[in-house]
């Protein structure tokens, strides 16, 4: 059914105000239901509240988990948060006793998390239900009513699987140049706080041992020799180079790349970096970068123009590096449309010919996958052995997480390709998180279903067909989402993160038979700061859990993990971001699992309320080696502005 859910918020004494359009999003839960009209609010009242979209968790065949996402999008913070009604539907409440305070919600978007649980002896996998908080709040010494109402979907029965879809998209033949136009970076593309995991059964664990952040044993301008050394030896930094403040136009920055080898000419090196809504590229080897502006590329008329996440990697098998642009929503004929993810190739050698036009390219278009008007955002590469992956999150109904496979021949070709595509509406679990890199034949991606268990998804390319299934983990923590970076109590370098991407398995690469993920995590009796946890999974056991380690520290956090294998060796290469307990700016750090050391690349000197929203991590020209790409925070006038780096390490 194409139809949706919209979340009705009554806040106030009802006088009209307007919702900012892109939280109207917030409220298109992925389920059936019907479109309501928007909800209005007291001019008077500075909050609006909003409802994500619940996480929900089947335990023990009667018990519904839930974790709701109460979202503030108004420019007040409603303070003294009390939760007075709380149902779902043909469910009895079994905690929290009532009235319960959620305390403070604060502005912009910043959302709070209410763990609840329900007894529901008619439960079953895949169940829909409708939810309904109500309390009240306060805006200084006045309190306000609220009611917030929408659908919780149980995620479905596992072990699963389900055929994918089928769409063809033929390439664009614009060639530019094109005027130069400012990217579309409005309210309207911020990323969607995805659902709350649950809280799961607890299975206690001991953590691992913790993780010590240095500074970079060399920081270099020129690349030095690549040298052999053996594995498990001193980490050896071949650059550690700035692209500058000047790059990095957007906020968070979200920096990307890869490198690849020139065919004719082994000893020449070509990087390509994207970060936010800008580009540069390098001929040498990462010495010197020339920028390139996407906007004059490519056409920019259409949807509501090019946008912000770019996503880069490089397919050896076809030696083509592949770019993947996001745009707006926008408007066409008067008519509201979705976005696209525009996916473009070029081999080394034509960009170090001509960088502007070396490019082919694919729009591929909310209304290609069923989407209709509804938007795709947060998304991800990855490279098999004869595909490439395609990741997003997918709003409309059904929505949820997307995954997309093409024939890296058809895109070597430059012809028509042919995708095929999973059904969003089964990986709502997966909401925010990111595709298996070094994946081989094989492709996963994995989601939090509770915070004692995983959903684990896999797409072999000899089948249309992709499958999931649970595995029992050890509990963690998903509350405490905090840092605060110097001076203390002004900046929290985690506040994007406590909504979007939260929990989402960020890292995930394959070594072996050996499936690594991780994600970010909060704070509990054993952990005074958020860290990341990460499992290792036996592919050739069913994907059962061999072990479960975290990255941390007690005097800073970490968060945002990208993987990547080490081909020659196996080890896993870290690419993530560190700092806070009042005491540490927010910095990009790298290494390999196992060492319990990381490595400081960026030298933060402001902090900053809105970090992140990945980093990356990719082999290196030479496979003995690995490219990160991250960003430190320089003040410039007082203002924060993005240090982009570019960071080539190994053995």
């Not at 240095?214 to 071949?238: C, D, K, R």
């Not at 709003?395 to 070709?413: D, E, H, N, T, Y």
């Not at 060796?569 to 910095?587: A, K, P, V």
């Amino acid at each position: 059914m194409k139809s949706r859910t919209l979340v009705q918020v009554l806040a106030g004494n009802g006088l009209a105000k307007r919702l900012i359009p892109h939280m109207i999003l917030l409220l298109l839960a992925p389920f059936a239901g019907l479109v309501a009209a928007p909800p209005t609010y007291a001019q008077s009242d500075p909050v609006t509240l909003l409802l994500g979209m619940p996480g929900a968790a089947l335990l023990n065949f009667t018990t519904i988990s839930t974790g709701i996402p109460i979202i503030n999008d108004g420019t007040a913070a409603a303070t003294q948060v009390e939760i007075s009604t709380l149902t779902l539907m043909g469910s009895t409440l079994t905690s929290p006793s009532l009235p319960f305070s959620v305390g403070s919600i604060g502005i912009d978007g910043a959302m709070t998390p209410l763990f609840t649980s329900f007894n529901n002896p008619n439960a079953f996998p895949g169940a829909q239900y409708t939810l309904t908080v109500g309390g009240t709040y306060k805006v200084g010494t006045t309190t306000y009513p609220f009611t917030l109402t929408g659908k919780v979907q149980i995620p479905a029965a596992a072990p699963g699987s389900s055929n994918s879809q089928t769409v063809s998209v033929a390439p664009n033949p614009a060639k530019g140049p094109f005027p130069p136009e400012p990217p579309s970076l409005t309210a309207e593309d911020a990323d969607i706080p995805g659902c709350v995991v649950p809280i799961g059964p607890v299975v206690p664990a001991t953590p691992s041992a913790s993780t010590l952040a240095q500074n970079a044993p060399l920081a270099v301008a020129e690349q030095q020799p690549q040298q052999s050394i053996s594995p498990g030896s001193t980490v050896a930094f071949l650059l550690n180079k700035s692209l500058g403040t000047s790059v990095g136009h957007g906020f968070p920055t979200e920096p990307s790349g890869a490198s690849a080898a020139l065919i004719s000419s082994s000893s020449q090196t070509v990087v390509f970096v994207t970060a936010n809504s800008s580009a540069v590229y390098s001929i040498d080897g990462g010495s010197t970068f020339t920028k390139l502006n996407p906007t004059t590329i490519f056409p920019n008329n259409l949807a509501g123009g090019f946008c912000c996440d770019q996503i880069v990697q490089y397919a050896p098998s076809i030696d083509r590096f592949v770019w993947l642009m996001q745009f707006s929503r926008g408007t066409v004929n008067g008519q509201k449309v979705g976005n696209l993810q525009r996916l473009a190739v070029a081999s080394p050698s034509a960009i170090v010919s001509n960088a502007q036009t070396a490019w082919t390219y694919w729009d591929l278009t909310s209304a290609d996958f069923g989407l209709g008007t509804q938007w795709m955002d947060y998304p991800d590469l990855a490279v098999g052995k004869d595909y490439l992956y395609v990741s997003t999150d997918a709003f409309g109904s059904p929505g949820g997480f997307m995954v997309l496979r093409i024939p890296l021949s058809q895109l070597k070709a430059g012809g028509t390709i042919n995708i095929r595509y999973t059904h969003p509406a089964d990986g709502t679990t997966a909401w925010g998180s990111h595709l298996t890199q070094n994946t081989g034949t094989t492709i996963f991606w994995a989601g939090n279903k509770h915070t004692s268990g995983l959903r684990v998804f896999s797409w072999p390319e000899t089948s249309t067909a992709y499958s999931w299934t649970d595995v029992p983990i050890f509990s963690w923590s998903n509350s405490g989402y905090s840092s605060i970076t110097p001076p203390p109590g002004v900046h929290d370098w985690m506040t994007k993160l406590s909504g979007f991407p939260r929990s989402g398995v960020l890292g995930a690469t394959r070594s072996g038979n050996d499936l690594w993920l991780a994600w970010s995590a909060g704070t509990d009796s054993n952990f005074s700061q958020p860290h990341v946890e990460m499992v290792d999974l036996d592919i050739s056991a069913g994907l059962a859990l061999k072990k479960q380690v975290q990255i941390w520290n007690s005097s800073y956090a970490f968060a945002y993990p990208a993987l990547f294998t080490d081909a020659s060796t196996g080890e896993i290469g870290l690419s993530l971001e560190y700092g806070g307990n009042s005491s540490f700016f927010e910095n990009h750090v790298v290494g390999f699992w196992g060492d319990f050391l990381v490595y400081i690349t960026t030298s933060s000197s402001i902090g900053v309320g809105r970090y992140g929203d990945y980093v990356t991590i990719r082999r290196n020209a030479n496979p003995k080696f690995f490219d990160a790409f991250g960003y430190g925070e320089k003040d410039v006038s007082g203002v924060g502005q993005p240090d982009v780096h570019y960071v080539v390490f190994g053995r």
